[in-house]
């Protein structure tokens, strides 16, 4: 996969996971094991784009 490739589909992950917390922050709270499993992994998914950002 190109980079520009990656890097779309990067910011498209992170906006459906940022999505998907959301809802699950207004469905469940956002203590809920759900919610924080998704902001973990939003948090994962920023770091990559921070990661390859820096290196680029």
Known sequence: MSKVKYSIQLLEDIESTRKSMIQAGAAFGL?????????????????KLDNERTFQ
Request: negative net charge; proline residues 0%; aromatic residues 6%.
């Open 31 to 47: 203590t809920h094991f759900e919610t924080i499993k998704l902001s973990q992994h939003l948090d994962q998914l920023l770091n």
